[in-house]
């Protein structure tokens, strides 16, 4: 997987980086399994079973053209089957064109009080023509949308700092927590005034939460 991190356009997690982040509660945009190497599939289930919801694709390297040791009830249409012996370039342009494919058709939206988030372009938008008459559109960048994402899919919508510092930024040397902090007060500012009072970002001892209040 070292390729992958050398073409500059992926941060890559190994089954052993397990101590640093759960694969059953963070957020990836493509999983890849080598059916051979695969010793049990409990952990890949496990992730199915808590991230129904987000479509996250799969490419599934096998022999055959058949699945073994994989139960596929929960990939749906979700896995690509990439045939042993491949070129690198092969597995790179089937990664590329499945987060493309997925991100196109799976723009999960949240519904917030009178605004509705578009999970993939990072857009809060007034949810009825009533509420656009007194809300305005907020645009968030690529950072602010992950880490909204990212606590909002996480269980009890809380994420430590270390986590969202690996899991955003892939815990590069150059990035502090005084950087998250930045981006959690600009998320805040964006948010001010109207959409704060039903999407709150919550700052705790070890890290962040957000809160959704019901409205209209």
Do not use: C
Not at 80 to 103: D, G, H, M, N, Q
Not at 115 to 141: H, N
């Amino acid at each position: 997987m070292e390729h992958f991190s050398a073409t500059g356009e992926f941060d890559v997690f190994l089954p052993q980086d397990q101590g640093k982040t759960s694969s059953t509660t963070s957020i990836y945009d493509i999983v890849i399994i080598d059916e051979q190497l695969l010793v049990d599939n409990e952990s890949i289930q496990k992730y199915l079973q808590m991230n129904t919801e987000t479509s996250v694709p799969f490419i599934i390297l096998s022999n055959t053209d058949k699945l073994t040791k994989i139960t596929t009830s929960g990939l749906a249409m979700r896995y690509l089957i990439l045939k042993k012996p491949f070129r690198f370039v092969t597995l790179l342009a089937k990664v590329r064109t499945e987060i493309s494919r997925f991100k196109k058709n799976n723009d999960l939206i949240y519904r917030m009080g009178p605004y509705e988030f578009y999970s993939i372009k990072g857009l809060l938008k007034p949810a009825s023509l009533i509420s656009k008459k007194k809300l305005r559109s907020i645009e968030l960048t690529e950072k602010e949308t992950s880490i909204l994402n990212y606590l909002l899919r996480s269980e009890g919508g809380f994420a430590s700092r270390a986590e969202l510092l690996e899991v955003i930024w892939g815990y590069k040397s150059s990035i502090t927590t005084h950087t998250l902090e930045t981006h959690i007060y600009r998320l805040r500012e964006k948010l001010k005034p109207k959409a704060s009072k039903f999407i709150s970002i919550k700052t705790s001892k070890n890290g962040y939460s957000v809160v959704l209040q019901a409205g209209n």
